[in-house]
């Protein structure tokens, strides 16, 4: 016979031993605590290297590239590519996943938008720095062939794999009707693609930078300020990315689960 929702709660509140709901999620919480500290210290660390990678893109792309256009100037308006890219695809990525660990005492629905709207913005500025490079290809004189090397085929693939993703999770666990246990058994595939989707982009941008690189700085070898400035943002990248992994794949950090969330469904999600 399954307990009621008040009987449920109360086990909750008591601590009864015959309450495996309520022993189980105490002792989850009790878990978390211990580990709060140690996780705001590397989630702040995380912020600051992606707010500096999106600024020494920037400060690259502004400065060393000459700045940013649309339309009259294909060379400037390439400059938009990494710089969104990396604002998109890397850093908003990033904290659209780490939300749910970032804001842990926020409401799960609450949460579930949020990351919804943040990968959302993500998208956006992929598909415009998308179009930036695409149009800087074909206005140029003579024109740059399209989709030849490694970084825009993984990039292209990450972009595509992005929108599956943020549809198949839209449709999953925002709208209304679907069974828990079917969001229970898609769950551990959104969670994997999505940090697939996330080391994909990482990847896609170090190539990029390496792509420039050789490409477009004179004397690269002879690591001129404009080749350092690329390879310390690649490893601030790096930084940034294996930080963000560690923190959205280790299970001490996971969100609690609270009661309500407990007393309103028949699975844990998350």
């Not at 105490?26 to 580990?35: I, K, S, T, Y």
């Not at 000459?66 to 710089?83: D, I, R, T, Y």
Request: net charge positive; with cysteine.
């Amino acid at each position: 016979m399954l307990a009621s929702p008040k009987q449920v709660r109360r086990d909750w509140e008591t601590g009864e031993e015959g309450s495996l709901i309520g022993r189980g999620i105490l002792d989850e919480m009790e878990n978390e605590a211990q580990h709060i500290p140690f996780f705001t210290k590397l989630f702040t660390l995380s912020q600051i290297l992606g707010i500096l990678s999106v600024v020494l893109v920037g400060v690259w792309c502004g400065y060393f590239r000459k700045g940013f256009a649309w339309g009259s100037e294909p060379v400037l308006q390439f400059n938009w590519h990494p710089f969104l890219m990396v604002l998109g695809m890397v850093f908003l990525y990033a904290n659209g996943a780490l939300i749910y660990r970032g804001f842990r005492s926020e409401k799960k629905k609450k949460l579930k938008i949020l990351h919804m709207l943040i990968q959302l913005g993500a998208f956006i500025f992929s598909i415009v720095g998308l179009v930036a490079v695409f149009d800087f290809h074909n206005n140029s004189s003579p024109k740059i062939p399209n989709m030849y090397s490694l970084h825009s085929w993984i990039g292209l693939c990450t972009v595509i794999l992005f929108a599956c993703q943020w549809v198949i999770g839209l449709l999953t666990f925002l709208f209304p009707g679907l069974r828990p246990s079917v969001r229970a058994a898609y769950l551990p595939v959104h969670q994997f693609f999505g940090l697939f989707i996330f080391v994909g982009a990482v990847s896609s941008c170090l190539l990029g930078f390496t792509e420039k690189a050789i490409f477009s700085v004179k004397n690269y070898s002879s690591l001129p300020p404009e080749g350092v400035l690329i390879n310390v943002t690649g490893l601030v990248l790096i930084m940034f990315g294996g930080l963000v992994v560690y923190l959205v794949s280790h299970p001490k950090f996971r969100r609690q689960t609270t009661e309500d969330e407990v007393l309103l469904t028949d699975t844990v999600l998350e």
